[in-house]
């Protein structure tokens, strides 16, 4: 089951894919939002290229864990992309997500200049992890 992430953000939305078996997340690229929110070419091919069986969102979480401002406009985003793709779609908290991504990116040495592009794509690829992790555990009871 290989799952595709959106980190979805006004300008841009990072993209991370699993791999086949649903085990590891990988992020993928930056494309411009609305190149997303229109499916142009550019996220077809993405699409295309992974062939994804479900589509992972990011759900803009308060720290006290509420649907915080941005959370009706992803919302709405994501369903619109689901239904555009064929999709089902999942939603995984975010919470923390662009900053753990910036944390990784210092790690490697990269300016802030040059994260810009990169962090919503590390971003999305964190918290498939965190959906894939819990998808491989299974049910909780």
């Known amino acids: 089951m290989r799952a595709l992430a959106l980190d979805i953000g006004e300008a841009r939305v990072g993209v ?11 992020p993928v690229c930056v ?5 997303v ?8 091919r993405v699409l295309e290229d992974w ?3 479900v589509l992972v969102c990011g759900r803009p979480l308060t720290m006290a864990g ?6 009706e406009r992803v919302r709405s985003v994501a369903e619109r992309v689901a239904a555009q793709t064929g999709l089902p779609l999942e939603f995984e908290d975010e919470r923390l997500s662009s900053t753990e991504a910036k944390r990784i990116l210092r790690e490697q040495g990269l300016p802030e200049k040059s ?3 990169k ?4 971003a999305a690829s964190l918290f498939l992890q965190a959906w894939l992790d819990a998808w491989q555990a299974g049910p909780t009871v």
């Not at 494309?31 to 190149?35: F, Q």
């Not at 962090?119 to 590390?122: A, F, K």
């Open 115 to 117: 994260m810009r592009g």
């Open 31 to 35: 494309l411009p939002a609305a190149e």
């Open 51 to 53: 062939e994804p069986d």
């Open 66 to 71: 509420e649907e915080g401002p941005q959370a």
């Open 16 to 26: 991370a894919v699993s791999d086949p078996e649903g085990r590891v997340a990988m």
């Open 119 to 122: 962090v919503d794509m590390v």
């Open 37 to 44: 929110f229109s499916a142009a070419r550019s996220f077809r």
